[in-house]
């Protein structure tokens, strides 16, 4: 079975530019998290989706993030325009429920803002 | 008082060599617990669940100490494959986030 898939795998970009990021969760769940990791600051949650629909988007650090997911099996995070201060991996993880479920992660995706 | 802390690391140990690490959380409403396996530049994996009762899995042992609110992982024959970073994490009471600990680095050296 396909696992939850994020793409790129690296972006490398100048700061100002938009950074968009993308993740298919594995079909049939109806959870859907973006986190981002630091050496800083560990595992954060930005934003979760259910059913498509986002309920809980108290971590997205400021405006300059959006996050959309259009259809069960697509999501995408924007970061416009971005700072270096936002170079990070970007998880995506989905589940079948959310309770007592485990969440299944994206390989992320490495983003440097130089 | 950060909501989940663990012990940074790094534990250096032998092969064949038990090891434990434990994690305290703040909050007394969190319900759920885990255990979640992060190699380096991988994604984070789920290892185990906690449970009140404790529980094992083959040389992984967890239990979860509601009355001090801390859980702990024990690893008994470590191999170098268990070379990774522990990571803690909990589920709120009544909610549906994952609140992870920055985690722990174990080295298992021949």
């Known amino acids: 079975d396909a696992g939850v898939i994020q793409s790129p795998r690296h972006e490398v970009t100048e700061m100002g530019q938009e950074v968009t990021l993308r993740c298919k969760p594995i079909s049939g769940h109806d959870y859907l998290f973006w986190y981002r990791q630091t050496m800083m600051r560990g595992l954060e949650l930005l934003i979760y989706f259910n059913n498509n629909v986002p309920i809980d988007d108290s971590g997205m650090p400021e405006d300059r993030f959006s996050a959309k997911m259009p259809n069960a099996s697509f999501s995408t995070l924007k970061i416009q325009p971005s700072e270096p201060r936002d170079s990070a991996v970007y998880f995506c993880?989905?589940?079948?429920?959310?309770?007592?479920?485990?969440?299944?992660f994206g390989d992320g995706t490495r983003l440097s803002i130089l | 008082r950060k909501e989940v802390e663990q012990d940074p690391g790094p534990f250096n140990v032998p092969e064949g060599a038990t090891v434990a690490f434990n994690c305290t959380y703040s909050n007394s409403a969190s319900q759920s617990f885990f255990w979640y396996r992060q190699d380096c530049r991988k994604e984070p994996k789920l290892l185990m669940s906690?449970?009140?009762s404790g529980n094992e899995d083959g040389r992984f042992t967890a239990q979860l100490n509601r009355a001090s609110q801390y859980i702990s992982l024990l690893i008994r024959d470590s191999k170098l494959s268990d070379s990774a970073t522990y990571l803690c994490v909990l589920l709120r009471a009544g909610s549906y986030q994952l609140t992870f600990g920055k985690g722990t680095k174990l080295s298992v050296i021949p």
């Open positions: 993880a989905s589940s079948l429920g959310a309770s007592f479920q485990p969440q299944h």
């Open positions: 906690v449970y009140s």
